[in-house]
């Protein structure tokens, strides 16, 4: 397999063998060892010595349901950390069917020229792209379809990227129109507008990867299928395909962890017309879709397309947590304006975690107000343009609060939390506070072990915590969705059976589980080197001081427990 | 002596012995050690647990020339560090004269409400001040002067500290009707905004400080502005009585080192126009004043009312820094604007440094022209109204430049530089890095080294700005103004003599010596603690890379000597 190296300064493309020491790397593991190994993790993340590096799972290019998630890494100019977020679509499964391992993009274009790099099965070039220059994410992926055939896949970044905002996102496409799936946190669309890298576009790939052995490969991707189709949850009567990531609106809020009102309160009043049941039923009577999928072959097929009374489709797929922080955190209760904003987000490239949560913070300054849909979607414009209150809530949640001078600020690392209040969903926070990655649920969710370990608790979760960022680890390496966890957390053997069956590596259990764990080690050090003490892995002050409605929870897990979590890593 | 014990929470005043730790010091020693033994390092900076100190100097209080000088401290919400600032004016005498040693403000009043403390030779309290609120420092004081008595002395902030805007100053008067003394830097004024004190009004003491050894303190009090009268930089005939510290712009321009266009050259081509001797003239022409003190009894007086062409007051003093930040570092070539800038930023109460450099980031960003002294009015007139783009120019440069997607922002530890680009002082440079204060001329100027130590080296600026830290924290530490070096430089026992003098304590030089080199040990450990590391003290990424003109010089001391500076301490 191959590297495809862009030097944006010489406006270079090269095309290299992997070498030995990121050959067994896929995704997440590779993109981070990669940074750790070739950026210094002192410098400037908008500067010419960033890298962004996109690559495909482990598993992606080989038709396994689910596993072709496209990782994007880069120094964070959010957290100033090492960052990685991936994303559905057609890239990750289409790079790897092309050989390519990796694309790392180096360097810097001169300020204001805008270019686009256009891979093959058989090149790899930078063409110009000021033509581009402006555009949303949904324009620049139309426009580069029409020039490059439908059945391209286009990644790119819209006027957030663009501006250097660094609560921008990477979309990528998925099959045909399909749009919407962002790489969405941690401002990696401001370091690729640093580079004055607009978009990519990738011919659809020929053939399949190849296999080394193709009968344990087969056995183990369809057992593996198969397990997912028959899975009470992800299978077809399963509350993970009928509503998508929205199927926990109800239970978030019932444990009185939903984001409310700037984090302000666990449970919303309005939140039953946020359900993913609800969701589900406007569609269906609207004639919009449910039902599909963010990457072909996928048997969950989660993804809806939110649509107008008119039937007009505005967004897919709505999410859970766009939900949380453009709903129910602004004080919205009504999935319509949730959608509008959704859109909006995804047209300027902007992550909604990060952009629902300085939103919020910005209403607590007076701002907006809370559940003035009006009010809301002005300020979004804002960011559209590019006006300075737009820029400072394109830059995110801790940008908007020292601005606006509020300290209500529900972020770790630089980065704003996620759908679940770590006042009562206490594993969540200590993911949040000591992730490399800083607060991000799909590092580690407690969410689902709600049952295991009692979110209101403070014992237990540090354990839970670090298991659960090892999975996360073994997801985003291999381009697994999250929802695909069930099965091969069942029975580990089956992932090691299709990693073995795709190249013959011979891994153990604990080949494996060394793999995982090294992804953290390794983005662990790159914080390390950036400058990261024990002093910046923590929750913000308020919320250890603050109660949260309905339990009157603060966040009390010792700050030793936060400092050992690694300890047996 | 005693401490003032100040709870905002509880709104409670409380007179308390100074504890045996404290004794010994003074000004800013006193303040970094409270910080360090009494601050969670870790805490909100503008949250309750952070503490605002008031500490006058180990020299205040007992007519000691020039040695009148406030420290300001808390945990900095501009670095996220530890913070002093000091300012002359007539609170650090008088204070001490009532045998105040520090004013300790803590907790948090209610959000909206406003406080003023008062303090008289025999009591201290908190009085309502929301009849303040809004106010200017300078309407502020006039209005408490007018209350309280004209002899009175106001510490106040202004709109910025109110609305916790980062780059806050907190002011303190002089003499009757003397204003624009600002302990400026750090975002103090924002700490003070936190706790909800709008002002401190002090009482005209009745009696100095008691003396030990009398006459071993009169003849080296004497002796020490004896020789300050004849020192040729500060005597009747000298630059430093004459222009005061305007004295150094034609030497900054000429060694390249002024701050030009958000640093973007190291000389001005209208510098002319910003120089000491064009700014007494034009002062005497207009009959503005010139040879004024800022505090009580100073020998040096080199304070300076600026007046307009009507010959009416705009604003005293105009400073170097703030006519480099201001005038030349937005291309600006004419004092009167400089004037009126700093007139607004006194009466804002903000940092005139961060300011400027604020603005020139700005500038950067299209917001503004170079030159065009309407346009940078328009956004001065912005961080006044407290609009989005006022507050985000009033959270300094570092937010400034986030906001607006500018990498090239003057600043170290979050702060932003005084004026001389580190890359042709590269003294200054390592101060800048290395400093547990961020960049701060006044934690060790290496301008006046110059023609001992080669600006454009890097070898040699190790070991000197160390020098200079440790002498800074002494004149910190004793209240003393910069001016006053020479004579305590020339001979240290005339310091410990003055020392000696007033408590009695028998300390050697190397005592004095120990006792300073702990403050700067205080507070690296301080910063330690707050999770500050070797990656926090650096120099911007893009001053290594890019060349300053007139000498293309880059910043080139490398991170080991940076690491290096405290290796002797």
Redesign the interface.
């Known amino acids: 397999m191959k590297l495809v190296r862009v030097d944006m300064t010489q406006l270079q493309v090269q095309q290299t063998p992997v070498p030995a020491m990121y050959e067994r790397l896929g995704g997440r593991a590779l993109t981070s060892k990669l940074l750790l190994e070739q950026v210094s993790?002192?410098?400037?993340a908008?500067?010419p010595?960033n890298k962004l590096i996109f690559a495909p799972g482990l598993l992606a290019g080989v038709n396994v349901t689910t596993a072709g998630r496209l990782s994007v890494g880069a120094k964070s100019p959010l957290t100033g950390g090492i960052k990685e977020a991936n994303a559905g679509g057609t890239s990750g499964d289409t790079l790897a069917k092309m050989g390519i391992k990796a694309v790392v993009v180096e360097g810097q274009a001169r300020k204001g020229e805008w270019h686009l790099l256009r891979i093959t099965e058989n090149s790899a070039e930078l063409l110009p792209a000021d033509d581009l220059r402006g555009l949303g994410t949904y324009a620049t992926a139309d426009k580069l379809q029409e020039r490059f055939g439908a059945d391209s896949t286009v990644i790119s970044i819209g006027q957030a990227g663009e501006?250097?905002?660094?609560g921008a996102s990477i979309a990528t496409t998925g099959q045909h129109d399909q749009r919407s799936n962002h790489a969405a946190r941690g401002g990696l669309g401001?370091v690729m507008g640093s580079k004055g890298l607009k978009a990519i576009v990738i011919d659809r790939a020929r053939a399949s990867g190849q296999l080394a052995d193709a009968d344990l490969f087969r056995t183990a991707s369809k057992r593996f299928a198969a397990e997912l189709i028959n899975d009470p949850k992800t299978g077809q009567k399963g509350s993970q395909h009928l509503y998508g990531t929205a199927s926990i609106v109800a239970a978030v809020n019932e444990i009185g962890s939903l984001p409310t009102r700037n984090f302000s309160s666990g449970s919303f009043e309005e939140s039953a017309k946020l359900r993913g049941e609800h969701l589900r039923e406007l569609i269906l009577a609207r004639e919009g879709k449910v039902g599909t999928n963010c990457m072909p072959g996928c048997v969950i097929s989660c993804r809806n397309q939110h649509a107008d009374e008119q039937g007009k489709p505005i967004v897919g797929t709505l999410q859970y947590e766009t939900i949380a922080l453009l709903g129910s955190n602004l004080g919205l209760g009504n999935l319509d304006d949730v959608a509008q904003l959704n859109y909006m987000c995804n047209d300027f490239g902007l992550d909604t975690i990060e952009t629902g949560a300085a939103i919020g913070v910005a209403i607590e300054a007076g701002?907006a107000k809370f559940g003035d849909a009006a009010s809301i979607f002005a300020l979004m414009q804002e960011i559209g343009k590019g006006t300075?209150?737009g820029?400072?809530l394109g830059?995110g949640a801790v940008?908007t609060g020292?601005?606006?001078?509020i300290?209500r600020v529900p972020a770790a690392l630089g980065q704003a939390m996620p759908g679940y209040d770590p006042r009562s969903l206490k594993g969540n926070g200590v993911t949040y506070a000591t992730s490399p990655q800083g607060a991000d649920h799909t590092a580690g969710n407690a969410f689902g072990a709600r049952k295991e370990v009692n979110p209101l608790a403070a014992q237990g979760q540090k354990e839970l915590s670090l298991k659960l960022q090892i999975i996360a680890a073994m997801l985003d390496s291999t381009g697994l969705c999250l929802f695909a966890r069930p099965p091969v957390l069942a029975d580990p053997q089956l992932l090691i059976d299709m990693i073995n069956g795709v190249y013959g590596w011979g891994w153990t259990k604990e080949d494996a589980d060394r793999a995982h764990r090294d992804v953290l080690r390794t983005e662990l050090e790159f914080n390390r080197?950036?400058?990261?003490?024990?002093?910046?892995y923590?929750i913000?002050?308020?919320m250890r001081e603050e109660p949260l409605a309905p339990h009157n929870a603060v966040f009390d897990v010792p700050d030793a427990e936060l400092d050992a979590v690694f300890s047996t890593l």
Do not use: K, Q
């Open positions: 993790a002192t410098c400037d908008l500067g010595h501006g250097l905002m660094t401001a701002l300075v209150v820029r400072m830059n940008a020292r601005i606006l001078g300290r080197r950036a400058g990261f003490t024990s002093a910046d923590r913000p002050e308020y």
